[in-house]
């Protein structure tokens, strides 16, 4: 089946400093891609929807500023998380949907902010 | 606006038993419907998925879901539950354009041996 790939799957950063998570498909195309964050025991919360050569539609609430998506190419997207706070630490997620409308997930990063 | 409901938290059932986890959706229109599973600290992997047809769906694993619009549910099914089906499940629906999914809170299910 189709797969999205998630780099790197944890990671640990210095607050202050920026992090950035990658999301490919590695099968296929994907003209739109999606950012989630999910907190513990809890459901996925979209941050964002990325496609390919426009700017992110973010969701309400969610920093512009601060979860920085770059959507390059039909096989990346990029997260970048400026001005790291401990209060960013979380499991995020990427999904990306095929030509057939159906949406595959990445393993998804853990960050933690120290 | 659309939603998605999972009414049971936490299941517990015994290995070998049946299984059925609930899902209930609002939307206005066809919605696309999917599963996923989660196991901990991993990312989501896609189960089964109902876009138009058969109303009984087949998935991975053993599994199947069967739309009914009539009671706006897409319950997921298995017969015969295994020890390695201990997971999180989450019911999604495809909103308005297909632009994004909406995930229920999900349903975490443990198994007895």
């Known amino acids: 089946g189709a797969v999205v790939s998630q780099h790197p799957s944890r990671v640990i950063c210095k607050s202050g400093t920026s992090v950035k998570i990658e999301c490919r498909s590695l099968?296929?195309?994907?003209?739109?891609m999606f950012w989630y964050r999910q907190f513990p025991k809890q459901s996925l919360m979209l941050m964002a929807t990325?496609?390919?050569?426009?700017?992110?539609?973010?969701e309400q609430g969610v920093e512009k500023d601060k979860f920085l998506i770059n959507h390059a190419s039909l096989t990346l997207s990029t997260l970048t998380v400026t001005s790291a706070h401990p209060e960013d630490s979380s499991f995020y997620i990427c999904?990306?949907?095929?030509?057939?409308?159906?949406?595959?997930f990445g393993e998804g990063s853990w960050l933690t902010v120290v | 606006a659309q939603s998605v409901t999972q009414p049971d938290i936490h299941i517990t059932v015994s290995e070998g038993a049946s299984l059925e986890l609930r899902c209930n959706y609002s939307?206005?229109?066809?919605?696309?419907l999917f599963w996923y599973v989660q196991s901990p600290g991993q990312g989501l992997q896609l189960l089964l998925k109902?876009?138009?047809?058969?109303?009984l769906v087949q998935g991975i694993k053993g599994f199947e879901a069967e739309f009914k619009r009539s009671q706006s549910s897409f319950n997921l099914r298995k017969p015969s539950v295994h020890w390695s089906d201990a997971a999180e499940y989450f019911c999604?629906?495809?909103?308005?354009?297909?632009?994004?999914?909406?995930f229920g809170a999900g349903t975490r299910l443990a198994v007895h041996p």
């Open positions: 999904s990306a949907r095929d030509v057939g409308n159906t949406i595959y």
């Open positions: 099968d296929f195309q994907a003209t739109t």
């Open positions: 990325s496609n390919e050569g426009s700017k992110a539609t973010y």
């Open positions: 939307y206005g229109a066809t919605p696309y």
């Open positions: 109902y876009f138009s047809g058969d109303t």
């Open positions: 999604a629906v495809a909103a308005s354009g297909y632009n994004k999914l909406i």
